[in-house]
């Protein structure tokens, strides 16, 4: 315990997040539940344990060093995450290196439930509110209700519906997945059992927000719009996920494996096999393995200040600019260090610039992160994602396309890395390790361009494209001499 004590102590600040994330979003509001679970279910184990013989493994501190490793490679990138997997299978690790390799195979059960305490998966949300937008949509058109639909909206004769992120199901996904494991592990002795039921808590919650989306906006239509608003819609979804979650609960233990009989007679305490002595040492040198690999963080995170960046777009410099305007779409990256967004006037059509430079990037300020919105209003509809057009004088881009009033936004983005350009996240995050490797610090831009059209998203593309073209280049030159200020 005064191990584990350690190991989160600290890396408190990464442990503060998950105890904010936990407070903050509806998808991890599981998280106190999560050490409920893994507390109950090592107190099951508590005969196994009294029992085994402690015996310092250096292959789990082998272990805790290379977890350690990635935990310093997730503070280098900035992605809160990984830090956050490294610490909890440290904790594994942890037993490993001070009791032996049996009792981490007697703790490994128990303490894997604690992966579900980190908050990940919100990344997937946009791509689930979409199945959910298209799958309501294809259940009313079968259901005979004419519908008009453009991205994540869709109109039918009886009002106008949009997905949101509340509509998305990642609660339940996330919900799903983690009493799944649960119940799979306290029913099911057979590996393939318990597979087969966890890929079933995925798909389940998925088929069940389709549902609910559906039934929820056809008792609307049915009912002149005087239910599945307000509080019947909370009501009928949360009901419709109740039932499918007991359905799968009734089937599953039909098929429940009958517990083996334990063979472990009760005892007074841990045995110890190992002198005392040596036992002691290991567990002060565990305690102390995630010091020193946080100190190491802390010293990547703080090294190669430098000033504030200056962003000169000398290509820039001679295009019309047209007086700032809220009506377009307007990207937010709260955590850049400096910012260039300008509306240029480019063959009589406006045209926005928006670049996000960071530099010393850290927790809550670095580019790729889920504070930082394309669009924040909520103006305007998000309608198509796709890589954008390629030429062979330009990088690959990503397009967006948004909706407002009958005017698209083709917003095509890229990041750029100490000199590279990928469309990738995970990409991005890679070139920035190598640059710091290389000892080129962690410059990077996030650089936008959206055209815009009265006729379709493709013809704002196109436009987006041609500007593209011409000026992409000495943009990204342009960055190359801000990253040698």
């Known amino acids: 315990m005064l191990v584990w004590a350690a190991i989160l102590i600290s890396f408190r600040d990464d442990v503060a997040l998950v105890l904010e994330a936990w407070a903050t979003l509806p998808s991890h509001a599981h998280g106190y539940v999560v050490l409920i679970v893994v507390a109950y279910l090592l107190w099951t184990k508590r005969s196994e344990l009294l029992q085994l013989e402690c015996r310092p493994s250096p292959k789990g501190f082998i272990l805790m060093n290379i977890l350690g490793g990635v935990a310093l490679l997730g503070s280098m990138v900035s992605v809160a995450a990984l830090v956050q997997f490294a610490v909890v299978f440290m904790m594994l690790a942890a037993v490993w290196a001070v009791a032996g390799g049996r009792a981490a195979r007697v703790t490994l059960g128990p303490m894997s439930f604690l992966i579900f305490a980190v908050p990940f998966g919100h990344d997937v949300l946009p791509v689930l509110m979409n199945w959910t937008a298209n799958a309501t949509v294809v259940a009313l ?90 509080m019947s819609h909370l009501a009928l979804g949360w009901l419709i996920f109740g039932v499918a979650i007991f359905l799968s609960f009734a089937l599953g233990v039909r098929w429940r494996d009958p517990l083996p009989e334990s063979s472990v007679p009760h005892g007074a305490g841990v045995r110890v096999a190992a002198p005392l002595w040596q036992v002691l040492c290991a567990a002060a040198l565990a305690a102390l393995t995630p010091y020193g690999w946080h100190l190491a963080s802390s010293v990547v995170a703080s090294g190669g200040e430098a000033g504030v960046p200056v962003l000169t777009m000398t290509s820039l410099a001679k295009l019309e600019r047209l007086p700032d305007s809220q009506e377009g779409v307007r990207p937010v990256f709260p955590g850049a ?28 300020s670095e580019m790729v992160s889920v504070l930082n919105k394309l669009e924040p209003t909520g103006n305007w509809s998000w309608s198509y994602s796709a890589s ?98």
């Open 141 to 230: 058109r079968e259901s005979g209700v004419p519908v008009y639909q453009e991205g994540r909206n869709f109109v039918i004769p009886s009002g106008r519906w949009s997905v949101v992120e509340a509509c998305g199901g990642i609660r339940y996904l996330m919900t799903s997945i983690f009493i799944g494991a649960f119940f799979a592990y306290l029913t099911y002795t057979r590996p393939l059992k318990r597979f087969i039921f966890m890929v079933w808590a995925v798909i389940m919650p998925l088929i069940a927000n389709w549902i609910r989306a559906y039934v929820i906006v056809m008792v609307a239509h049915l009912t002149g719009n005087e239910w599945g608003l307000g």
């Open 337 to 364: 260090r400096a910012t260039h967004q300008v509306t240029y006037l480019v063959d009589g059509e406006p045209v926005d610039v928006f670049i996000a430079y960071f530099r010393n990037q850290k927790q809550g």
């Open 388 to 485: 954008a057009g390629q030429l062979p004088e330009l990088p690959r881009r990503q397009l967006e396309g948004y909706v407002r009033n009958g005017r698209h936004a083709a917003v095509h983005h890229l990041y750029w890395v100490g000199g590279m350009t990928t469309s990738n996240d995970l990409v991005s995050k890679l070139m920035q390790v190598l640059s710091r490797l290389r000892g080129q610090g962690d410059d990077s831009a996030f650089v936008a361009t959206t055209a815009y059209s009265r006729e379709s998203l493709e013809v704002a593309a196109s436009r987006a494209q041609a500007f593209e073209a011409k000026y992409l280049g000495g943009v990204l030159r342009d960055l190359d001499r801000v990253r040698e200020q």
